[in-house]
């Protein structure tokens, strides 16, 4: 205001302007000078709310910067704690994967040396069947005919001399006759089991039914000391070849009839089909046998000693073994609680039996 009172001073003496003017000018000016003031107090009044706003705004956002920067810190300890579990899990599987390589070459060693072993082992195998069917041919080839001539000349010499060396010498001569007669079926015995391997035929479908009825008229034509009944479930059809499963039932029957010691044999005959295989059971009602004697039974030669009285080689469970096993199957028994003996045996269906033999 002062400064404007100044200004016209100095126009009325510079220029010399009428009062009045002047005084129309000053107000003009005071007017101009009040809004302008006015307006800069409005702009200064609105500046500092935008600054308040902004102040707000900017605590706000560090507000939340401070709290990503938490949770920043937070995932950042998580990820470290994680990447520290996973390198103890790698480094875990890494010594596990490899334990296991270690155990895995250890095994392929393992089983490349049972492999040479099984080799080694099948060839020896093999020269021990050629062994076996070498001395088979000579036993049978070989001591058939003096054994013939043995018991040909025994039976000449009861013939003519029996008369004058009176009973005593004729019982002589029945025990004779008796093992001579032994020893020819231990001889055919013991080619039978050794040739059991050597197949000549082409095996085919065999209708197990059809076996059981050859094998019982068989066993009727020869003199077995006792009756004997036989009850035979439906059985199957297997795929090999008819002389063996022949072979195989029949001294399984004779083998229980046999060694029965009741005035009548009645045995049983059952089979129970499972997913890849049938058992066959053939249950007797005998005394039973003593289970302790399981591993002995089936090796050649073996016969118990209560059975010493009875005939027999030694040798026909034993062909039933070579012949079962040949097919993949196996061959046990069990005592009955209420007595008598169950054989059983396995035989693969035809799929795996076209496999195995």
Known sequence: MVLAIDILNDAIIHFGISMQTLLYVSLILNVLILLWSYKRNRL???????????????????????????EAVSMQAELIKTKQDLEAIVQERTRDLTESNISLRSEIKEREKIEVELEQRAIELTMANNDIRQFAYITFHDLREPLRMVTNYLQLIRKRYSPQLGPEAEEFFKYASEGANRINELVKDIQRYATIGVVNKVPDIVDMNNVLTKVIQQLKTKDLKRKFSVVIDDLPEIYGLQSHMFELTSNLLENSITFCEADEAKIYIQCEETLNQFKFSIHDNGVGMDEAYADKVFNIFQRLERRNDESGTGIGLSICKRIVEQYGGRIWYKTHEEGGTIFYFTLPKADELKKAV
Do not use: F, P, W
Not at 54 to 65: A, G, H, Q
């Open 44 to 70: 200064i009044k609105k500046m500092n709310a935008d600054l308040k706003g902004k102040n707000s705004k900017v605590r706000e956002m560090n507000i939340e910067l401070n709290t990503m920067n938490l």
